[in-house]
């Protein structure tokens, strides 16, 4: 079988050729296609950057928030399972959260205090309310999970910057109560 070189017209453009039609001085955008795409962008960055600040200025407040409601539910749920009372630290001063068992030893409790969540730098706790106890603003405020499947009720107030957040901790509930302000919830 002999196969034949064919020749292919390189010069011609055919009907399925991708080289434009137009000659070489008409390449380009018009000035009307450009100002879609600028304002498209322009459009597109007044919706996201407000988005993405506001995203990155509370992310460590939304983050602690999260990790507290998160940790209740987790100490209400093991109290009960184990049949032990959980203790929730929060230590005012250094920014720290931490958890132990009524039962554990107290070089166990000291271990889990060096293995605290620290709170992101802006991120403070303002103060631990609790039933029938004064308002904490310094030191540190406990929360007790019982294994009777209840929570000392408190209200723990965070702020980062301008912005507040507040967390209620009620008893027989089993997820906290979380509000974007600072709200005073007295007992």
Request: with cysteine; proline share 4%.
């Amino acid at each position: 079988m002999i196969i034949q070189n064919s020749k292919i017209d390189i010069l011609q453009p055919s009907a399925f050729s991708l080289q434009p039609k137009q000659p070489e001085s008409n390449k380009g955008f018009t000035l009307i296609e450009l100002s879609v795409v600028v304002f498209l962008i322009g459009l597109m960055l007044l919706i996201a950057v407000p988005k993405v600040r506001d995203t990155m200025l509370s992310d460590g407040l939304k983050t602690t928030v999260n990790h507290l409601a998160g940790t209740a539910r987790e100490l209400r749920s093991d109290a009960v399972r184990n049949q032990v009372d959980y203790i929730l630290h929060l230590d005012l001063g250094n920014n720290l959260i931490w958890t132990h068992s009524a039962d554990m030893t107290p070089e166990a409790r000291d271990e889990m205090k060096k293995r605290a969540f620290r709170l992101p730098e802006e991120v403070k706790i303002l103060d631990v309310c609790r039933f029938d106890k004064e308002k904490v603003t310094d030191g540190e405020a406990i929360i007790m999970f019982s294994r009777k499947d209840y929570m000392q009720p408190a209200v723990v107030h965070l702020a980062q910057k301008d912005q507040r957040f507040t967390l209620v901790f009620e008893p027989f509930l089993s997820s906290v109560r979380t509000y974007d302000k600072y709200i005073d919830i007295g007992f």
